[in-house]
């Protein structure tokens, strides 16, 4: 009779054990549950704020990147015209295929999210190893895509304009700009024939072009980068 309830005793204490190991491995599950549910959660937010955050870098490089080709295409024009008569062509279509040679356009990027996101180690909560990676590296590859234009910048302003400083008029090339339509007419007119004979003058258009050309291919490759991030975080969003 004794150890009829002994072993009932251990029955129960056996089951009441049983049943508290499986409420506390439930409550575990569920604890797990919700916070997983909850990163992802997070992610998808973040997904959603860099895929913003990239389509705005992405349009504003593309305009950057038209206006450099722009250029480069207009000092191509340019150095066709060298040890070639001139008088024929408008003075003012000179001036203003100039003015896109010397303009400096830089592409400043809309970063702060995921420079937040690195910096505070958020990142972690991308799932996706590529775009991780790609996201790490994406400051340096802004800088390989823009480094080139301190070199322009010191070509046209340590160079090319006190060159042409009295002989090509700045007042008329400005006047092709948007915001400076208003401006007086200068008080003579470019020489262009001095211009185009200039072999120093060829030189510096050459490597003035010659740089914005490479300006567009490094821009290219970053927008395939950009691209390629695009379509790791739309495969990642959940619809």
Do not use: C
């Amino acid at each position: 009779m004794e150890q009829n309830k002994i072993r009932t005793y251990l029955f129960y204490a056996v089951g009441e054990i049983a049943l508290v190991m499986i409420g506390i491995l439930l409550a575990l599950q569920v604890n797990n549950w919700n916070e997983d549910r909850i990163r992802k959660a997070s992610e998808q937010d973040i997904l959603k704020n860099l895929k913003s955050e990239l389509i705005v870098n992405k349009e504003e490089l593309q305009v950057i990147q038209k206006k450099h080709q722009r250029d480069t295409d207009a000092g191509m024009y340019f150095l066709s015209l060298f040890n070639t008569d001139v008088s024929n062509i408008p003075v003012s279509k000179l001036d203003s295929t100039l003015l896109f040679i010397e303009s400096i356009w830089t592409f400043e990027p809309n970063d702060g999210y995921m420079k937040s996101l690195i910096g505070s180690g958020k990142i972690d909560l991308i799932q996706n190893v590529e775009l991780k990676s790609l996201l790490a590296s994406f400051d340096g590859k802004v800088i390989d895509a823009t480094q080139e234009m301190d070199i322009i910048v010191a070509l046209v302003g340590d160079r090319l304009w006190p060159a042409i400083d009295g002989k090509i008029s700045s007042s008329n090339r400005v006047q092709f700009f948007e915001d400076y339509l208003d401006f007086p007419v200068g008080s003579y007119t470019s020489d262009y024939s001095w211009f185009f004979k200039n072999r120093s003058m060829e030189d510096l258009i050459s490597n003035i072009t010659s740089w914005k050309s490479g300006m567009v291919a490094e821009e290219e490759a970053l927008i395939e980068i950009i691209d390629r991030m695009i379509y790791l975080i739309d495969n990642n969003l959940e619809n």
